[in-house]
């Protein structure tokens, strides 16, 4: 079965340093990859999703990911982190039309 | 586009009482899904539908659980003689979904409700 890996339970950083959290998937075809993030208390918003093409995806609020097929990988990077970029962070991989997700990764901002 | 919505957003219950709870989708969304999320932890497949048809239900889904989509739009979800275990956010998503491909496949969630159940 397939299934997603967040190695970091909780990350800090300082604002306006760079960040990326990792997520690794298994999966034996090419995976549909997703972020999302949830705010306290919120449901998810998608931040960016790969299917194919370009391994490099831009998403909303300055968020970028990276899929790797050799390292089964989709890292989300973001070169300087704001202080309302606090939340959990969740990546997901499309299996048989439903999402099976991480455990999400908690982003604390440090002033 | 009014995005997925959801009601009510908290619900707090006596063990033993049934609950029921309501999802409208993103208007001509075909597929709507429901997942459940605990405290820690990442959401997990419930069920989903094709229009009005239930095309899955995980093996999380007890008996106590019921989905409907009567008319292929909204949906409810209820939970019979509830239990303290099934204190947990309950989230809704939709998606285009009528085949494969990117655009279809794309889920967008509304914003939960949270069950606690006493």
């Known amino acids: 079965a397939q299934s997603v890996t967040q190695p970091d339970i909780h990350i800090t950083v300082s604002e306006g340093a760079s960040l990326e959290l990792r997520c690794n998937y298994s999966?034996?075809?090419?995976?549909?990859l997703f972020w999302y993030v949830q705010s306290p208390g919120q449901g998810l918003q998608l931040l960016l999703k790969?299917?194919?093409?370009?391994?490099l995806v831009q998403g909303i609020k300055g968020f970028e990911a990276e899929f790797k097929r050799s390292q089964s990988s989709f890292n989300l990077r973001k070169p300087s982190v704001h202080w309302s970029d606090a939340a959990e962070y969740f990546c997901?991989?499309?299996?048989?039309?439903?999402?099976?997700f991480g455990q999400g990764t908690e982003l604390s901002v440090k002033p | 586009d009014t995005g997925v919505s959801q009601n009510p957003r908290h619900k707090i219950t006596k063990r033993g009482q049934n609950v029921t709870f309501r999802c409208d989708p993103i208007s001509e969304h075909n597929r709507l899904y429901w997942y459940r999320q605990t405290l820690g932890q990442g959401p997990e497949f419930l069920t989903y539908f094709q229009n009005e048809a239930q095309l899955e239900k995980s093996r999380l889904l007890s008996d106590r659980f019921s989905a409907e989509r009567p008319k292929g739009s909204f949906s409810t979800l209820e939970i019979q003689r509830t239990e303290q275990g099934d204190s947990a956010m309950y989230l809704c998503a939709s998606s285009p979904g009528t085949s494969g491909g990117a655009y279809q496949e794309t889920q967008y969630f509304g914003p939960g409700t949270r069950l606690l159940v006493l």
């Open positions: 790969y299917f194919s093409g370009d391994t």
């Open positions: 997901a991989v499309i299996q048989g039309g439903k999402l099976i």
């Open positions: 999966y034996g075809a090419t995976p549909y």
